[in-house]
């Protein structure tokens, strides 16, 4: 349960969870950002995009950002963190998951819940880039579950200081159920628009650039008609791209819930009870969490929303819990 100093009161009028949901990006107005990219290379010969806020200076605290499905580095949570950390005069970088910086990727596979290996690839990056600088992370649903599942595989060698992760799906078949139900419908069809027109944008690529072994992959998936669930979704296409099994094996090996007690790096997980995205099954029990894993379990707050403040002020809790945890865990460390 969250401790009396970070209890989160949803602003009046919005302790719907769909409002606070919707509120970031539908209603909030996004910060303008000075930001430089950075184009780094994988081991398989993709890319990913990273955009660069702050400071360059090598002692400088150093936050990296990870989106969460569908979203990239302009989502409005990512900049809205990018600017307070700024406030606090430390750097952050918000990486876009493969195909999510504006371009498609370069490669048939595609950015999934459990990509932890291109992680691990960008850390490597920003530890060799900024050797001098503490380093932390920061997920949101996707971003946090992938973040999470790597703590848990990396366990003493995460090469992170501190992590933090936000509305996590946890098991990623409870909250593939969870989406299904109710309202939650909405932001499910919205989901499947967004990841096949993902797919449908690099079969034209493929097919305009010459590809023909890239865009045969594709298009041994199969019509693609007809998808309606992330069960669908993630059988027909998630799973066979990825090097899956099918999709239990996918949603086995890249749940991050199964992670959680090899964890070796401080950690505050931030979630609501009422997140339409989430199984309240999914959400992890304290035997299962690492002794150095916190979890504060608000009321309120839908999924990636604690907006609290006022309809005509609000105020946006993740951008001021955050890095008040990350900067107290520091100064902790200095002494």
């Known amino acids: 349960m969250p401790s009396s100093s970070a209890l989160f009161h949803p602003a009046k009028g919005l302790s719907n969870p769909h409002l606070q949901t919707l509120w970031g990006p539908l209603w909030r107005k996004i910060p303008v950002l000075q ?36 979203g990239s580095s302009g989502s409005p949570y990512v900049k809205g963190l990018q600017q307070a950390l700024h406030a606090l005069g430390w750097a952050s970088v918000a990486a876009n998951w493969r195909g999510c910086s504006g371009e498609p990727n370069l490669l048939p596979r595609s950015y999934h819940s459990g990509a932890s290996e291109d992680l691990a690839e960008i850390i490597s990056h920003l ?6 600088a503490p380093l932390s992370a920061v997920g949101y649903s996707l971003g946090g579950n992938v973040l999470l599942k790597y703590l848990g595989e990396q366990g003493d060698d995460s090469q992170l200081q501190a992590a933090v992760a936000v509305s996590v799906p946890f098991r990623l078949d409870q909250c593939a159920d969870r989406i299904g139900l109710g309202f939650s419908k909405v932001y499910q069809a919205h989901f499947m628009r967004e990841m096949l027109a993902y797919v449908q944008i690099k079969q034209r690529l493929f097919k305009d650039q010459g590809h023909p072994e890239r865009l045969a992959k594709l298009e041994q998936l199969g019509p693609l008609r007809g998808l309606r669930t992330f069960w669908d ?6 799973a066979p791209l990825n090097g899956f099994q099918d999709v239990h094996d996918y949603y086995r090996r890249a749940s991050s819930g199964f992670y959680l007690g090899q964890n070796r790096t401080r950690t505050l997980i931030i979630q609501a009870s009422d997140d339409p995205f989430v199984s309240p099954l999914s959400l992890p029990t304290a035997n299962e969490l ?9 009321a309120h707050g839908g999924h990636v929303g604690f907006v609290d403040g006022s309809l ?8 001021r819990r955050i890095p008040q945890w990350l900067r107290e865990g520091m100064q902790r460390t200095a002494y």
């Not at 530890?127 to 001098?132: Q, S, T, V, Y």
């Not at 690492?290 to 608000?298: D, F, R, S, V, W």
Request: hydrophobic fraction near 35%; charged fraction near 30%; proline fraction near 9%.
């Open 290 to 298: 690492a002794p150095g894993t916190e979890l504060e379990l608000h």
């Open 233 to 238: 979704f993630d059988a027909k296409v998630t």
């Open 312 to 319: 005509r002020k609000p105020g946006y809790y993740l951008e």
């Open 127 to 132: 530890r060799a880039k900024r050797p001098l």
């Open 35 to 70: 930001r430089d990219r950075e184009r780094i290379w994988l081991a398989d010969g993709d890319f990913i995009d990273l955009d660069w806020h702050g400071p360059h200076q090598p002692h400088a605290p150093l936050v990296l950002v990870l989106h969460g499905l569908t």
